[in-house]
């Protein structure tokens, strides 16, 4: 008895952290499959696509400000960006203040192909919540909100580490 409640223990595949994020990524690599061969774009140029698309401010937003929103690194986005402009999904322009910034700008068809993605990602969405009922899945919307909310407001204590044990 002792032994299947150590192994229940250890049993990770039923934790919160692991089903959220098994979940997420289950939900990314459909979503990229459909995306790369419905729209010609990945999951990473969808989202590239999505922050452009969300952002409202009076000025375009630059490379590095990409890379913020989307947590990669100037690097990647920069490469992102190159294949992207090159397949005429956007287009950058350097800025005139500061020859290191690059503004990023959709092109009329990435934001066609963008509400085609959020299409995809309601039908993986649809196939991933299948089991359960409308009541459920607003429930299951509340109860991560929740749990966002209390990671976001949490501040972990790191002064303790490992070697003091």
Do not use: Y
């Amino acid at each position: 008895m002792l032994t299947i409640n150590v192994l229940m223990k250890r049993d990770h595949t039923q934790r919160f952290s692991f089903l959220v994020n098994h979940v997420a990524k289950l939900h990314g690599a459909h979503f990229d499959r459909l995306a790369r061969a419905r729209l010609g774009l990945s999951l990473a140029q969808c989202r590239l696509i999505g922050a452009l698309a969300r952002h409202d401010g009076p000025a375009p937003l630059s490379q590095a400000e990409l890379a913020q929103r989307l947590e990669m690194s100037a690097m990647g986005v920069a490469t992102l960006c190159d294949r992207m402009e090159a397949a005429g999904w956007i287009r950058r322009e350097a800025s005139t203040a500061d020859r290191r910034v690059k503004w990023v700008h959709p092109e009329p068809r990435a934001l066609a192909a963008f509400d085609d993605a959020l299409a995809i990602s309601d039908e993986v969405l649809a196939h991933g919540l299948a089991n359960l009922s409308a009541a459920e899945r607003k429930q299951l919307i509340a109860l991560l909100r929740k749990a966002r909310e209390g990671l976001l407001a949490w501040e972990p204590d790191t002064a303790g580490t490992a070697e003091d044990a």
